[in-house]
């Protein structure tokens, strides 16, 4: 149980267009899920957190018009990096957390998504 | 000052010893506790979390918690190559909803 798929695992664009990636909870369901972004050799920096109907909270710095997230249902967060620039290149990565009775607030992590702008 | 640090390594054990990895944290209020092992490239995996003062075990890994002191520890025991990595500690603050705090990570390496 608890698995989160994330889709597409990798992705390539080029500088000023979109790319959207989705989080999906695949055995649970998520009222709330986060974006994290993670550069080579650095640490989980969280972007934002997605409330299911909601809008989602930022983290200081980041661009919600840039990084814009949808979290339509239980089920499925979306992230979107708009006009995407080559410094926008890095490892983006959602997690969700189960919901329910007695809940632990574990996170568990999607594999990731490698965005690479050129 | 950070409100969770961890060591970043790396932290050498031979194959076969115990791996000892610790992480202290700022916020007294915090609730949950969490290790997260992330291999180079990949998301990172739960590995195991704990709430409660005292000792938590799962197979090979034990986590210890001590709230009095800030301070929350993972063993690992008969250490095997395949768990090289690197660890990251998470913790729940009281009144933060769902948001975790996570350490920047101990880079483990287990040697033959």
């Known amino acids: 149980g608890a698995v989160v798929s994330q889709h597409p695992s990798r992705v390539i664009c080029k500088s000023g267009t979109s790319v959207k990636i989705e989080c999906r909870s695949l055995?649970?369901?998520?009222?709330?899920m986060f974006w994290y972004r993670q550069f080579p050799k650095q640490s989980l920096m969280l972007m934002a957190t997605s409330n299911e109907g909601s809008k989602a909270t930022y983290e200081q710095g980041v661009e919600k018009d840039k990084f814009l997230i949808n979290h339509a249902s239980l089920t499925l967060s979306t992230l979107t990096v708009t006009s995407a620039h080559p410094e926008d290149s890095s490892f983006y990565i959602c997690?969700?957390?189960?919901?329910?009775?007695?809940?632990?607030?574990?996170?568990?992590f999607g594999p990731g998504t490698r965005l690479t702008v050129t | 000052q950070k409100e969770v640090e961890q060591n970043s390594g790396p932290l050498s054990v031979p194959e076969g010893a115990i791996a000892s990895l610790n992480c202290t944290y700022s916020d007294r209020g915090s609730q949950s506790f969490f290790w997260y092992r992330q291999y180079s490239g990949k998301s990172p995996e739960l590995i195991m979390f704990?709430?409660?003062?005292g000792d938590k075990e799962d197979g090979r890994f034990t986590a210890q918690l001590n709230k009095a002191s800030q301070y929350v520890s993972l063993l690992i025991r008969d250490s095997q190559p395949s768990d090289s990595a690197t660890y990251l500690c998470a913790v729940k603050a009281y009144g933060t909803a769902s948001k975790l705090t996570f350490g920047t990570g101990t880079r483990l390496q287990v040697t033959l």
């Open positions: 997690s969700a957390s189960p919901e329910g009775q007695g809940r632990t607030y574990e996170q568990y």
């Open positions: 055995d649970f369901q998520a009222t709330t």
């Open positions: 704990i709430y409660s003062n």
